[in-house]
């Protein structure tokens, strides 16, 4: 059974990926199962997707824990513990990873015994985050990496899936697919089918006794009213809002107002200031200001300037 875990944000076609990979396998043949795996369902977000598929009835359900291929869209999730990228990933796992860095720099980085590939980073992309087609340019690749979906499928997938969007949505995403298909011909068969799981040997866990302390050393946070702004949500982003303070017209009552994360708060002249710990990159705040003073710009860390007051 072929067991593939993709990894990207919010916004970046992840689910996407997963239906056009299912939808290729199950035109070849294969029983298939592809879902989505959300957290928090705003953009930026971590979010994972999952395909199975197999040549007999799959008994397997939920999350992917021993993935044969695990497909990155977005390499700041690799630090980031609560998108679980590297969850279960073995010297057998191939890695993708959509990157500018080459494929010896990760495997330095992470220090994996398996084989890591990086996505062909085209020549007008400026930002890796900024793909607009990373869905299917993911699921391309890794139909490519499988062995087992010929291209034709692979196209039929494409219109199956995206038909819905229109006819030039339909070719755009047919280009970076194939493409990325074309650019894995070297490594076609890399991927392997894993073993079957045998739940017959499974054994639970053993119960952890854990002695109980004072409260005031060990109380879990989660227990403490009042503590959801200690976690920065703000890593979530791959564009934040910046505000021209030179033209804002300081009716902050409607970006602040309609905020989704209250991360916008307002100065006695009523100067809106963004909390960058907090916001999530959704652009509400960009849709809705009326001089349409806030722009969204790339998240490059310290290169993401505030506009001057």
Known sequence: ???????????????????????????????????????????????????????????ERGIITWPDLVVIADETLVPVPAAGVLLGVSERTVMLLNSAEGAQEWTRRLQLRGPVLTLPVSADVKD??????????????????????????????????????????????????????????????????GREIDAQGYRTPDWIDVPFEEARTSTPDIEV?????????????????????VLCNRCSWVCSTLCPDSAIEIEPDHTPRIDYDHCKGCMVCV???PPHEISAALETGAGVKEAKT
């Open 1 to 59: 059974m072929y067991r593939i875990r993709f990894h990207g944000r919010g916004g970046q076609g992840m689910k996407t990926a997963g239906q056009i990979l299912g939808t290729a396998f199950f035109l070849e043949g294969f029983e298939v199962q592809d879902a989505p795996r959300y957290g928090a369902e705003r953009r930026g977000a971590p979010i994972s997707a999952y395909v199975r598929a197999a040549r007999e009835p799959i008994q």
């Open 128 to 193: 890796r985050a900024d793909v607009p087609y990373v869905g299917a340019t993911c699921a391309g690749a890794a139909a490519g990496l499988t062995g087992g979906i010929r291209r034709l499928s692979l196209e039929h997938a494409i219109r199956s899936e995206i038909g819905r969007y229109g006819d030039a949505a339909v070719k755009r995403n047919l280009e970076h697919a194939l493409v990325a298909f074309d650019a894995m011909s070297t490594h076609t068969g890399l991927v392997q089918q």
């Open 225 to 245: 009213p009042a503590t959801s702004e200690l976690s920065n949500t703000g890593v979530w982003r791959t564009h934040r809002p910046v505000i021209d303070y």
């Open 287 to 289: 849709a809705v200001c």
